[in-house]
């Protein structure tokens, strides 16, 4: 099946944003096919709910160096959703964000999620990103499921893994197992 028909949007964990293209070409670029990607006099109509959405008018004209890490980010989360995928795929979509940011963006990306009917598939290192983004999540090591369990199971096996490691409780749940990746899933 080609590329175009799949419906399967697919967020990078640097957001893949093309430095050459234009905040507005970067959210557009998917929705024509062909190697062009010509600067719209108007907004499609997919493109500009997305980029209302997300609070991005005055920054369209910019490019992707002249941008903050939020702003890259729901400019490449408006990329995905303007093709109106079946599948959302997000790979460490909050990694590159500092603690503050990070909050906030994991705080509308679960409102985004309730207010849309697509299923999620969130790759993440993070258990706090897990228990605000999943309905499941899946442990990894090394390439295999390794455990199945709700968010809440998750976290009390991070806490328990993470007073294991110090000798006590703590609430840094980050590194409870380095090796260890999440795969989190959100069904619609």
């Known amino acids: 099946?080609?590329?175009?028909?799949?419906?399967?949007?697919y967020l990078l964990q640097d957001y893949g944003l093309f430095p050459h293209l234009t905040v507005a070409q970067?959210?557009?670029?998917g929705l024509k096919s062909g190697w062009l990607n010509p600067r719209w006099k108007t907004l499609p109509k997919a493109a500009q709910r997305w980029v209302d959405a997300f609070e991005l008018g005055?920054?369209?004209?910019?490019y992707p160096a002249e941008?903050?890490?939020?702003?890259?980010?729901?400019t490449a989360i408006?990329?995905?959703?303007?093709?109106?995928?079946?599948?959302?795929?997000?790979?460490?979509?909050?990694?590159?964000?500092d603690v503050t940011l990070r909050v906030k963006m994991r705080a509308e990306l679960a409102e985004l999620q309730q207010q849309l009917d697509i299923p999620s598939i969130?790759?993440?290192?993070?258990?706090?990103d897990a228990l605000a983004l999943a309905d499941e999540v899946f442990?990894?090591?090394?390439?295999?499921?390794?455990?199945?369990?709700t968010p809440e199971e998750l976290m009390h096996w991070a806490k328990q893994a993470s007073a294991e490691e110090s000798g006590h409780d703590t609430k840094n749940h980050q590194s409870i197992v380095p090796s260890s990746t999440l795969g989190a899933l959100k069904i619609a």
Do not use: C, W, Y
Not at 139 to 149: A, C, E, L, T
């Open 1 to 9: 099946m080609p590329a175009q028909k799949r419906r399967l949007a």
């Open 26 to 29: 970067n959210i557009t670029f």
């Open 58 to 62: 005055p920054i369209l004209d910019n």
């Open 67 to 74: 941008i903050s890490g939020g702003q890259k980010q729901r």
């Open 78 to 97: 408006a990329r995905a959703l303007a093709v109106k995928p079946e599948l959302l795929m997000l790979d460490e979509p909050l990694a590159a964000l």
């Open 122 to 128: 969130i790759i993440t290192h993070d258990p706090e």
């Open 139 to 149: 442990r990894i090591s090394h390439g295999k499921i390794v455990g199945r369990s």
